[in-house]
C-alpha cells in the first residue's frame, strides 16, 4: 500500500438519469485532475426519484450505470466506486441497492448488496420504506484488497448506524472503509459526522463518505458534506453543502501510526 488521493464525490441527483451520469462526469474528470487514484460516488448517484420510478426504469438504470463505471475507470485509470444503484432483483419487481468497486482497467473487483434498509419514520414528518421496493442483501460486505490503494471495505448509508458490520470490515483487513449516502437533511445534521467519526476511530480505518446534497425531487432533502477522515477521527476533507469533491490523503504511515499509538483491535474481548 502506497501514500495516494482519494476523493468522495458530492452530487444532487435527480430523476434524470443521464443529467446525473453527466454531473458525475464532471466531477471524476476533476477529482482525477486533481490527483486522486480512488474516487467515490455516492448512493442513488444515477437516479434519485419516486419509488416506482425507480422501478420502472431499473433496468435501463442497471445498464447505462455499470457501463458508465467501467467506461469511467478505463478512461481516466482510476478505481472507482460506484455508491450504489438499483439492480433488478428476477420474480419480485424490487430491486437490490447495490454497491461496486471497479479497478482501473474496467474491472469489477467487489459487489455488496445492501443489508440494512432504511424503514423509519423521520421526525420531520417525512417516512420511509426503503424495503418497499428493495430486497435486503444477505451477505456481509467483503473486503478488496489491492497492492496500491490497501484494504477495501463497502457499506451503504443506512449501514453507518450498525457497527457490527464495519468490525466485520474490520476484521477482515479493511484500512479503508466506503459508507456512500443520501443521508437525510433531518438526521443528517446530528448523526451524519459523528457515526462517521466512530466508525473511523473505533476500527482505526480511513473513512470515505461520498454524499447526496440538496433538494433531489419532491421534499427528498439531503445532508450534503462528503467526508474523508483519517483512523484518528480527523476530518481531512469535507464537501460543504453543495455539489464537489472532498479530496484528502490515504497514507499507510499514518494507519500505523494510529494503530500503534491506540492498538484498540488487538485488545477486543468479544468477536
Known amino acids: 500500500m502506497k501514500s495516494y488521493l482519494a476523493a468522495a464525490i458530492q452530487m444532487t441527483s435527480v430523476p434524470d438519469l443521464y443529467k446525473n451520469l453527466a454531473q458525475a ?141 464495519y468490525r466485520h470490515l474490520s476484521s477482515k483487513g479493511a484500512d479503508v472503509m466506503f459508507i456512500p449516502a443520501a443521508f437525510t437533511a433531518f438526521t443528517g445534521k446530528d448523526h451524519w459526522q459523528v457515526l462517521l467519526q466512530a466508525r473511523a476511530i473505533e476500527n482505526t480505518c480511513y473513512v470515505i463518505a461520498p454524499a447526496q446534497t440538496g433538494t433531489n425531487y419532491a421534499r427528498r432533502q439531503t445532508h450534503g458534506h462528503a467526508v474523508i477522515i483519517d483512523p484518528w477521527g480527523v476530518i481531512l476533507a469535507d464537501a460543504g453543502e453543495k455539489p464537489g469533491i472532498a479530496i484528502a490523503e490515504i497514507n499507510p504511515s499514518r494507519l500505523e501510526q494510529v494503530r500503534r499509538q491506540m492498538p484498540s483491535l488487538q485488545h477486543r474481548v468479544f468477536g
Do not use: W
Open 25 to 165: 462526469e464532471e466531477l471524476i474528470e476533476l477529482a482525477v485532475r486533481r490527483g486522486a487514484e480512488l474516487v467515490g460516488l455516492p448512493e442513488n448517484f444515477s437516479f434519485m426519484g419516486e419509488e416506482k420510478d425507480k422501478l420502472a426504469q431499473a433496468a435501463t438504470i442497471t445498464r447505462e450505470t455499470e457501463q458508465f463505471l467501467k467506461k469511467m475507470a478505463q478512461r481516466f485509470q482510476v478505481t472507482i466506486l460506484g455508491g450504489s444503484f438499483p439492480v433488478l432483483v428476477e420474480e419480485t419487481g424490487k430491486v437490490y441497492n447495490t454497491s461496486t468497486l471497479i479497478d482501473q482497467s474496467g474491472l469489477e473487483v467487489v459487489r455488496y448488496q445492501k443489508v440494512h434498509l432504511f424503514d423509519v419514520n423521520v421526525p420531520d414528518g417525512n417516512t420511509y420504506r426503503e424495503s418497499s421496493t428493495v430486497v435486503a442483501g444477505t451477505q456481509l460486505p467483503s473486503v478488496y484488497f489491492s497492492p496500491e490503494l490497501g484494504g477495501i471495505g463497502l457499506s451503504v448509508c443506512y449501514d453507518v448506524r450498525f457497527p457490527e458490520l
